[in-house]
C-alpha cells in the first residue's frame, strides 16, 4: 500500500494578527503535551537521543528549545489555524 498525504493547499488564507499570535501558545502547549506524553512513556532529558535509555534532548520547556524545534510546533500550529479557518470556521478572542 501506498500512502499519499492529502494536504490542501493553504496559502491564501489569511489570519489575522490576533490569531497569529496564538501561533506561538499553541505550539508550547503541544511541547507540553508531547513531552508530558513521553514521561509518562518513562522518557527523561538526554543530551542526544537514544531510544533504548528513553533519552530526549528536548525534554525541556518550550523556552530552552533550540529555534529549529520551535519552529517544528510553529508550523503544525501554523497549519491547524489556518485549516480551521479553511474549514469555515471563526476565532475569535473573547474580548
Do not use: F
Amino acid at each position: 500500500m501506498k500512502y499519499e498525504p492529502h494536504i490542501d493547499d493553504l496559502d491564501a488564507v489569511e489570519l489575522s494578527p490576533e490569531i497569529l499570535a496564538l501561533t506561538e501558545k499553541l505550539a508550547e502547549r503541544a511541547h507540553d503535551i508531547w513531552a508530558l506524553g513521553r514521561m509518562k512513556e518513562g522518557w527523561t532529558y538526554g543530551p542526544s537521543r537514544n531510544d533504548e535509555l528513553k533519552q530526549h534532548p528536548c525534554l525541556v520547556p518550550y523556552s530552552e528549545l533550540p529555534d529549529s524545534e520551535k519552529q517544528y510546533d510553529r508550523n503544525a500550529a501554523l497549519e491547524t489555524l489556518r485549516y480551521i479557518k479553511h474549514l469555515g470556521y471563526d476565532i475569535k478572542a473573547n474580548q
